[in-house]
């Protein structure tokens, strides 16, 4: 009886260190850094996948991009600008810990054309 459990339970840590290892991986590997394409908030490092984009002064619906919290412009690089997330905007985010402030994608507005 003390060596199938011995067995199961070589089994088991080895199951859990297996899983261990593959998060890991996954972590370093599969998940997308600041201003990568994403669909869901877990794809990205920072967890929060942003599906709305900066027109002007409107947060519109866009493709998904893997954003992160700031403070300022200057935290957020070229092409993106820091903002106060709207409330559908936050809807994109994870339940938990979402910031109020981060990095949304830039777009121009068209010319109005005559």
């Not at 060596?3 to 080895?14: A, E, F, H, N, P």
């Not at 850094?33 to 669909?39: L, W």
Request: glycine letters at 14%; proline letters at 5%.
């Amino acid at each position: 009886m003390k060596k199938l459990l011995s067995r199961i339970g070589t089994v088991v840590v080895g199951l859990v260190m297996l899983g261990g290892g593959a998060l890991v991986a996954w972590n370093v590997f599969g998940m997308g850094p600041y201003g990568d394409t994403c669909s869901y908030s877990i794809g990205c490092k920072s967890f929060y996948c942003l599906q709305h984009e900066l027109r002007g002064a409107d947060q519109v619906v866009s493709a998904g991009h893997c954003t992160k919290s700031c403070d300022s412009d200057g935290d957020c690089g070229t092409g993106a600008a820091c903002v106060k997330l709207g409330d559908d905007a936050r809807d994109d985010l994870p339940p938990f810990g979402k910031p109020d402030k981060a990095c949304m994608v830039l777009r121009l507005t068209p010319a109005p054309t005559r």
